[in-house]
């Protein structure tokens, strides 16, 4: 099991993560919109194991 401190670590670095990809996806729609579509649902999969991490600090918590 991991310390809360590793979860709230992991948690915003997958938020990050997530930020980057998104805003990727973004700068490549134009031009791409096959690799931007990739970008979007790797953004996507950052943010559901991000929230499955924040689900798991809260239950230590709580």
Do not use: H
């Not at 700068?27 to 991000?50: D, H, I, P, S, W």
């Amino acid at each position: 099991m991991k310390t809360v401190e590793d979860l709230r670590t992991r948690a915003k670095e997958l938020s990050k993560q997530a930020v980057e990809l998104r805003r990727k996806g973004s700068e490549v729609y134009e031009t791409n919109q096959e690799l931007a579509k990739q970008f979007r649902q790797q953004a996507r999969e950052a943010m559901k194991r991000c929230q499955v991490l924040i689900q798991e600090l809260k239950r230590q918590q709580g």
